[in-house]
């Protein structure tokens, strides 16, 4: 994995810097990197060739770390979800379904309520979202939060047709699989648009997994791609708000009514992905359809994910390690004059809002999350209610943060300077944020976090669901799971 991350790197960097023929203007730049980025011939079938693959693979062909980092996903997913499941939003959807007379057919997870199988992925998706506490598919180009998008789809249908373990497992990796790919493809220039890559890309990956565990074939799988990308669609505006985490979850619902759809005998479109007027082509002014398919089989994106330690977006963690690191040296707040840190572009346009009034908008809010890092010595749940987010303490130093934005520096590091009363200066590097791909939360770490999210909800049970999880691939009937999770 290692050499694969490296690879890739060096030839971002390149494409960025190095490129033969950089003293051409500026649209010889661009035709070269787009012909890199797309081959003659990277666009035919593609949609196809995923299907093919994603119908043919066997879990016994799946290398062993990507089942481990499969089983790392739903123990992160199940725990943040549990936690998020009193959240003010989740009961107001919670609410919503209750109305409609559909069947008990799925749990709704840390709740009494089964609801049918659209509608718990929907609950159980948002609720999994709603803290900003989940996984994160980091490359380059793009963020997207998949396991939310993914898992709850493909255990509900899991449960209601009462399917192993083992085929989960090999769901989801085929799931999140998808759903990374088409992120990436659709490029840089997608997310900075405005575009919300998990509302975008998540339910296409959703699809897949569903399609996957219910056995459709390569022909009907591409018919569930096209289906999803048909209710693809979510913005960046929306984050600080109730209907960030709604996009997780309506991924998750539209990814099971694409494939159930498809199950059925819906049909979509030939080639969704990259006809003309397909999505690449219309979404994404930098697409790069060679990513759709590029080592397909060999590299499983999977294994480049990343686990946050902190309940934000993931692009504030490596300010708050630096943050919390100074917190621990019992740097004295009172005398702090101003901080600053060198971010990546992607920080502030993500991340940038000054003056949060709500705990959701804190989690958008790099500023504040610098401040309360280094006053409380972390960024967790309690960081972000909307009391913490308007203590006088608190935004008195939000007001002493400058972040400036710097493309040299990558979007998981940060170079932060804390000046202080008296001419003191502290400066600190953080090359890689902790939950990283590169700089890993350890199996230890994540059974803690999960812990921590699932024990108040869920009790003694808590530990029953982390052991079963462990050891998914054994499970004949993942009801059992399901009956864990309900309270």
């Not at 749990?107 to 159980?124: F, H, I, M, S």
């Not at 609720?127 to 180009?141: A, K």
């Not at 799931?175 to 493809?185: I, K, M, P, V």
Request: with cysteine; hydrophobic share 40%; aromatic share 6%.
């Amino acid at each position: 994995m290692e050499d694969q991350r490296t690879s890739r790197d060096e030839s971002e960097r390149a494409n960025r810097e190095n490129l033969p023929g950089a003293e051409e203007s500026p649209s010889l730049l661009v035709a070269r990197n787009s012909l890199l980025a797309n081959p003659p011939g990277a666009e035919e079938n593609a949609t196809d060739r995923m299907a093919g693959f994603f119908a043919r693979i066997s879990y016994d062909s799946f290398p062993p770390e990507a089942i481990h980092e499969a089983r790392r996903c739903i123990v992160d997913g199940l725990g943040v979800s549990l936690g998020g499941s009193d959240h003010p939003s989740t009961t107001i959807l919670l609410q919503y379904c209750r109305q409609i007379d559909g069947g008990r057919q799925a749990q709704v997870w840390g709740r009494p309520d089964r609801l049918p199988v659209e509608l718990a992925a929907l609950v159980n998706g948002h609720q999994e979202h709603v803290l900003d506490f989940d996984d994160t598919y980091m490359p380059p180009e793009t963020n997207l939060h998949t396991t939310a998008a993914v898992l709850p789809a493909v255990l509900a249908v899991a449960e209601t047709r009462r399917l192993t373990g083992k085929a989960v497992l090999r769901a989801f990796v085929l799931g999140f699989e998808a759903a990374a790919r088409l992120a990436s493809a659709l490029g840089k220039n997608h997310y900075s648009a405005g575009w919300h890559v998990t509302a975008t890309a998540g339910p296409v990956g959703a699809a897949v997994g569903v399609g996957a565990l219910i056995g459709l074939d390569s022909a009907r799988l591409r018919h569930a791609i096209g289906t999803a990308v048909t209710h693809s669609g979510g913005v960046t505006a929306m984050h600080g708000s109730m209907c960030k985490a709604y996009h997780a979850g309506k991924a998750a619902e539209l990814g099971v009514r694409s494939a159930l759809l498809v199950e059925l005998g819906f049909e979509s479109a030939p080639e969704p992905l990259t006809h003309p007027k397909g999505y690449l082509n219309v979404a994404a002014s930098d697409r790069a359809f060679s990513r759709l398919t590029d080592q397909l089989g060999s590299r499983y994106l999977i294994r480049e994910n990343g686990f946050k330690p902190y309940s934000s977006g993931v692009l504030t963690h490596a300010l708050i390690d630096a943050m919390a690191a100074l917190h621990r040296e019992g740097l004295p707040v009172e005398q702090v004059e101003k901080i600053e840190a060198a971010v990546n572009p992607f920080v502030l346009q993500a991340t940038g809002r000054k003056e949060p009034k709500t705990g959701l908008e804190g989690k958008f809010s790099a500023y504040h999350c610098a401040a309360v890092a280094l006053v409380d010595g972390t960024a967790r749940t309690a960081q972000f209610t909307d009391a913490r987010v308007n203590d006088p303490q608190v935004a008195a130093l939000r007001g002493k943060v400058i972040l400036q934005a710097d493309e040299a520096i990558r979007k998981d590091e940060c170079r932060a300077t804390v000046d202080l009363a008296g001419g003191g200066r502290r400066e600190l590097h953080i090359a890689h944020a902790g939950g990283t791909a590169e700089n890993p939360l350890s199996d230890a770490g994540l059974a803690e976090k999960f812990l921590d999210l699932a024990g108040p909800v869920i009790g003694d049970r808590a530990r029953r669901v982390l052991a079963l999880v462990w050891s998914l691939e054994s499970l004949e009937d993942v009801t059992d799971l399901a009956r864990l999770l309900a309270t």
